[in-house]
């Protein structure tokens, strides 16, 4: 750390000069024009870019294999890179093929040059569009609603409801992989978080509670899944499977209230209410789980996964009312 003493000049202007290591380093030189950023009582000073693009370059040869490039891409996109450039001896169709199906899976992100050796991804939309609060309340209408469509699916043997679920995993996952980019644009600079207007403490509280509903959203594709494993089932075991998703599903949905409330005293109240309703959620699975076992072995070993996901559910809300206490209490 290196001190300054800031001095009055002309008898109204407070000035500091700047270290010149640092100067040096970020190519500040007298006429250069540098930024200001107020972060409550913090003043962060950065460099003047003409171009504020994050350009990436990364050599694909060899990155055949759909996941791994899949990956590749994401991360390049999550990692804040405005233009991607994926670059080999040799792109090959198969890979072109891979590079557009990841490119349609993220928001903003298109493919705008390919040639032989090279194909560029720009993300086209500015950081002011972005809006996490947006993102992430959409994120809890379609998890919660996957949820709970999974569980219908489970109880009524509907193979066509539980393949819209299936389907509707992906918006989830598009949603979550902006709000993570955005996460980290804000961490690296502090023009993206004056333009997407909250502070980085909510950005990180917003993302931290995404990746819990991205994780519901995963367990509600499960339960989709293995209801097309399992014929309808009825009496009491339906009736306690459709309480313990009522009452899994209201932890996080009461959680959210929590994140998203003005008033801190309302989220504390709200956060404190998710959590206590967990206990009782743990109870109704393990009385499912008592019932489950009285069927036959396979149907028994695939509900109790299903009992697992519901409770993990719960526990997830739990984890989003810990970010909204956090995101309510006092700074310091």
Known sequence: METRKVQLTGGSTYTVSLPKEWATENGVESGSIV???????????????????????????????????????????VSGFDIIRLEAARITAEQRRIIRDATQGLVGLEMI???????????????????????ITRMRLVSLTMLSDAVEALIEDDNDLAEDVIQR????????????????????????ANEIGFPRETV??????????????????????????IDEITGETADLLDQLETEAIAVPETAMDALLADDNDEAVELANEARSRIPEVDETAREVDGKVREL?????????????????????????????LQKAAPRP
């Open 204 to 229: 990180f509280d917003y993302q931290s509670s995404a990746r819990q509903l991205e994780r519901i959203a995963d367990h509600a594709t499960k339960i989709a899944g293995l209801s097309q494993e």
């Open 296 to 324: 036959d072995p396979q149907s028994a070993q695939l509900l109790g996964r299903v009992v697992d996901s519901l409770s993990r559910t719960a526990d997830y809300g739990g984890n989003i009312a810990e970010s909204a």
């Open 113 to 135: 040059e390919e040639t032989a050796d090279r194909v560029v991804l720009q993300d086209l939309l500015d950081s002011s569009e972005l809006s996490v609060l947006n993102a």
């Open 35 to 77: 930024e200001f950023y107020a972060e409550d009582d913090l003043l962060l000073v950065s460099p003047q870019h003409g171009d504020d693009h994050v350009e990436g370059t990364l050599d694909v040869t060899g990155l055949e294999n759909r996941h791994e490039l899949t990956r590749a891409v994401m991360t390049m996109y």
């Open 169 to 192: 995993d992906d918006d989830v996952d598009r949603l979550w992989y902006m709000v993570s980019r955005v996460f980290r644009t804000v961490l690296r600079n502090p023009t993206a």
